[in-house]
């Protein structure tokens, strides 16, 4: 990215460690913060995400200005002009720890049917985002429990969606994890009595971020 510039919410603000508006949200400062082992992961994803377009979902650790070490999951895709250049990257980043424990402690009776009534789904679903984006069970679960917290649709009935539209597809048309991250962010457009025109406020544990490249 050359002159890039990146808009972050208040929340994501937070899981950063700072006060919003503290800081001024850089490429440099988003490598600055993950852990040492995980810098170069994280740089070669969001090169490649930002040169090629193609969604991606990455696992890592970030330290925050107090030394606390946080487990975050982020989720971005890139936006092309008529040139097949990408001059936008979107997504949000995820507390994967603290996303998983508001969804059980919100309501733990609801969660506990949930599981029950629909592992079967839910566990396909996670499978999909494993497969396509190598990452484990416990960041799968956090993508799938941001979305439906942010667009307040039901975890099961997210998980069905997507699955429905992986099932619809061409295996053979695209590249795997391009297909798959475009299903996952928009799956709540396609649950049916699912009302689109109003988002839900970021759950806890949850931040956008706009990154508009200007070189």
Known sequence: MVNGVLSWSDALFGIYGYEVDEVTPTKDLLLD???PDDRAQAAAVMSATLASGIGCVNALRIITPSNDVRHIVFVGSG???SNGVTVEMSGYVVDVSRTTN??????VQDAVETVVASRGVIEQAKGALMLA???DADTAFGVLSWQSQMHNVKLRSLAEQVMLDLHGSDPLDGDLR?????????????????CTQRQAPPPEGGGAWHDVCCG
Do not use: Q
């Not at 508001?102 to 309501?107: D, F, P, R």
């Open 79 to 81: 936006i092309k002009d």
């Open 102 to 107: 508001t969804v059980v402690a919100e309501s």
């Open 178 to 194: 391009a297909n798959v991250s475009h299903l996952i962010l928009t799956a709540h457009e396609r649950v049916p009595g699912v």
């Open 133 to 135: 984006f190598c990452v």
């Open 33 to 35: 913060a993950c852990h």
